[in-house]
């Protein structure tokens, strides 16, 4: 079993920044990939960025150049800086690991 906790939401003005958290505890292998996801209202949850063990990442078009995906391994924790944020980025944001270990998700709402 693995277990998530993620942190760093909240509200912010649009054009600001947020760095969301994603603290994985448990039985973890050293092979893997860690995402963070996003559902907002009334639509599906989608990939935002991920990272492998190995330092690969991967983004969405809609966030390419905007926010990063990092990790620190020491404290099996992965973060997503998101800067340059606009209203179409409000959603709630899932950290998950591997196939199947989601968190409870943190709420992101950008808004004047």
């Known amino acids: 079993q693995v277990q998530l906790v993620e942190s760093g939401g909240g509200l912010v003005q649009p054009g600001g920044s947020l760095n969301l958290s994603c603290a994985a505890s448990?039985?973890?292998?050293?092979?893997?990939?860690m995402g963070w996801y996003r559902q907002a209202p009334g639509k599906q949850r989608e990939l935002v960025a991920s990272?492998?063990?190995?330092?690969?990442?991967n983004y969405a078009g809609s966030v390419k150049g905007r926010f990063t995906i990092s990790e620190d391994n020491a404290k099996n924790t992965v973060y997503l800086q998101m800067n340059s944020l606009t209203p179409e980025d409000t959603a709630v944001y899932y950290c998950k690991y591997g196939c199947c270990y989601w968190g409870q998700g943190t709420q992101v709402t950008v808004s004047s």
């Open positions: 448990g039985r973890m292998f050293s092979i893997y990939v």
């Open positions: 990272i492998t063990s190995g330092g690969s990442t």
